[in-house]
């Protein structure tokens, strides 16, 4: 099968491009450097190649280095038959900068190119336009003007590629074609002759800066908009999460009503419904995060509040650019550490890769949530506008920021060497309407890696927890169990945390996976109780009496572990070598349980 490449300046719409051709879901937001790897995907009979994006061919971070070094690659060796150069008919000035290049470079290896000059939509909207006709005479190669967004063009788009991968000679422009030029130059001429007036879309834009770059009112929009973020997840999510466990207990009564008791429906009743149920209460809320998240990045906002969260950041040893893989890392932390490969400078990256783990992923919220849940009333504050439950929330990942802050500060100081730096530099991404779509398909996504997983992890270490809770006395005799045996020998580790045996077991088993906490805590209470018991496992925790101090604690002990193999594997791969993410793993599990017997102790002392 015969390949293209698509390349171009990042933030350009290669991946939204890709996605749309091929019927992939490759991420797609709005900030420079949102791919950082290469991706392939079938396109009708050929393959096409989507790659990071670059502001030239002198790569200055890791990802534009792979795209560089991949490019070379693909084109001196021939791996592809062609070139499509993606431009944004908003920026053509910077855009045409790495697609001269690009240009040159495939068109010496006798790599056809073809452009497709895209974001078309937003230039008619200020109701202007691209010479179109005179740019493809200047650059020597077809040029396809486009918007990805509304679909426009792309089925001529279609058609130009399979012939580009079918027969590619068509594409190459005459012998004559002078390419002898200094592309920044270039670059600025042809956008003089043919490229649009934008400074109707840039006068918007520079009020909105305006706005949310100033000093004192562009931090506190920070502030709110980042205070709503936590509140959203408790408000929105709560009617979804009560019909997720009404749901759960409805089909669990409807199931086992049939059954005669036994050993079957105990299983039922404890692990499956009471375990791997109790974890999907949370999936909405994870979906309203990944929503809100996307809604962040897709508007352009998150490039501002890298810019205004760069000081503060580099104080602390890493970067503005830290703040878009630190937000991610809210998602989860293996997608985060892939998005640090963007930060230029060596150093900054290491950090942040070291720092992500903090960053409460939502593997933590289902625990956040069952204890904030427990713990806290559902009490309004600030006049009725914040509700106190957002709030701990929020002091939850605050925790976890101020913590990753302070851990990078020390390292910067006294672990990791110091190298030369690199300036910060952020291109601005346009504000622009978040497209919804994209979003929803991407809770929806992230909901389902979440049932999956509630399929396979939580699922066997539920019923392996209520296998050794359930035998040899049956339900109700948790206490004699083989899990109450194993049980009594770790209690005194968990101990000065004034958690009994029963927490002890479903905090070790979370280093499987942190959600399984919920799930074993949930077969756990199952087997105890009674079989009418069905209300929720918040209800059955806070019936149990669990004490504020050791619930903090608790609290205090998931922000700050790293029990995640998942993204130990991944930070091997991103920093080289086994030593790091070996310390990191005792560090923060030594850090986490000195973390939680301090604040029980204060919990105790103040409350
Ligand atoms: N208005 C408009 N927006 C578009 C269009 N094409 C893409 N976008 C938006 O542009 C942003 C960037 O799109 P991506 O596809 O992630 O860009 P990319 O070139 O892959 O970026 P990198 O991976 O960082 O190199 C997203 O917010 C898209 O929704 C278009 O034709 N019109
Ligand atoms: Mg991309």
Known sequence: MSSILVVGKPNSGKSLLFNRLTGVNQKVANFPGVTVEIKTASFRKHILID?????????????????????????????????????????????????????????????????????????????????????????????YAISTRQRQGLEELSEALDTLATDPELFLPASTLDLDFDPVVRAHQLHAKYGANVDRLLRTQNRLDRFFLSGIMGGIAFVLIMLLLFQSIFTWAVPLMDGVEA???????????????GVFKDFLVDAVFGGVGSFLVFVPQIMVLTFIIGLLEDSGYLARASVICHRALSAAGVSGMSFVPYLSGFACAIPAMFAARTIASPKRRLLTILTIPLMSCSARLPVYSLIVLVLIPPTKVLGGLLDMRGVVFFGLYMLGIVAALVVSAMLSKFAVKNEEDVPFILELPPYRLPSFKPLIERSINSAKAF??????VIFVV????????????GAGNLESSYLGMLGRI????????????????????????????????????????????????AANVQADGLSMASGMALLVFYVLALQCASTLAVMRKEVGNNRIPVYSFIGYSLLAYVGAVITFQLVTLFA
């Open 51 to 143: 790659f990071p994006g670059t502001y030239s061919l002198d790569p200055i971070s890791k990802d534009e280095q792979i795209a560089v070094d991949q490019f070379v690659d693909y084109i001196s060796n021939k791996r592809v038959k062609g070139v499509l150069c993606m431009l944004d008919s908003t920026r053509l000035e910077r855009s045409l900068v790495f697609a001269l290049q690009a240009q040159k470079f495939a068109l010496e290896a006798d790599v056809p190119v073809v452009f497709a000059l895209n974001m078309m939509d937003e230039i008619a909207r200020v109701g202007e336009t691209v010479d179109v006709e005179n740019l493809e005479r200047d650059l020597g190669c077809k040029v």
């Open 462 to 473: 539920t019923v392996l927890v209520w296998v050794l809770g359930y035998f040899p006395n």
């Open 247 to 261: 749901g759960v207990s409805w089909l669990s009564q409807f199931t086992t009503s049939h059954l005669s008791d």
């Open 490 to 537: 770790i209690e005194p580790i968990f101990a000065p945390l004034d958690l009994d045996w029963r927490y002890g077991v479903a905090i070790l088993a979370s280093f499987v996976a942190r959600e399984v906490f919920v799930g074993t805590l949930g077969t756990m209470f199952g087997i105890d109780g009674a079989d009418e018991n069905i209300a929720g496992l």
């Open 451 to 456: 049932v999956k997983k509630a399929g396979n």
